[in-house]
């Protein structure tokens, strides 16, 4: 539904726009596919996962020779993530918020 999904985005960054991130970096946003009717009440502010994620590579012959393909799709909910994060959240179903910095640790 990306009626409900613009309307969500764009009171994300409302809210975000009020926010200090912790270090120079960027605030990441996750979207679950059906967004809740509640979702204001199902943000959660997580560090995002950084356990590795399956990909499946393929190459694809077009018109100009060969181009590498990524497939992430088929393979992103095999993955194996410790403790909150990101990807939990989304798999709840819920908006994850994280901030991403540009230099140091996540």
Same mark, same amino acid.
């Given at each position: 539904?990306?009626?409900?999904?613009?309307?969500?985005?764009?009171?994300?960054?409302?809210?975000?726009?009020?926010?200090?991130?912790?270090?120079?970096?960027?605030?990441?946003?996750?979207?679950?596919?059906?967004?809740?009717?509640?979702?204001?009440? *199902?943000?959660? $502010?997580?560090? +995002?996962?950084?356990? #590795?994620? =399956?990909?499946? %590579?393929?190459?694809?012959?077009?018109?100009?020779?060969?181009?590498?393909?990524?497939?992430?799709?088929?393979?992103?909910?095999?993955?194996?993530?410790?403790?909150?994060?990101?990807?939990?959240?989304? *798999?709840?179903? $819920?908006?994850? +918020?994280?901030?991403? #910095?540009? =230099?140091?640790? %996540?």
């Amino acid at each position: 539904d990306w009626s409900r999904a613009t309307v969500a985005a764009k009171r994300m960054v409302e809210i975000l726009m009020s926010r200090t991130l912790p270090a120079p970096g960027f605030w990441n946003v996750n979207l679950p596919i059906t967004i809740p009717e509640d979702y204001l009440d *199902r943000v959660r $502010e997580v560090p +995002i996962a950084v356990e #590795p994620m =399956a990909m499946q %590579f393929s190459r694809v012959e077009r018109e100009h020779g060969l181009r590498l393909e990524f497939d992430w799709g088929k393979t992103y909910w095999h993955r194996e993530v410790q403790g909150p994060s990101d990807y939990n959240v989304l *798999r709840e179903g $819920e908006i994850s +918020i994280s901030a991403i #910095p540009l =230099a140091g640790k %996540f």
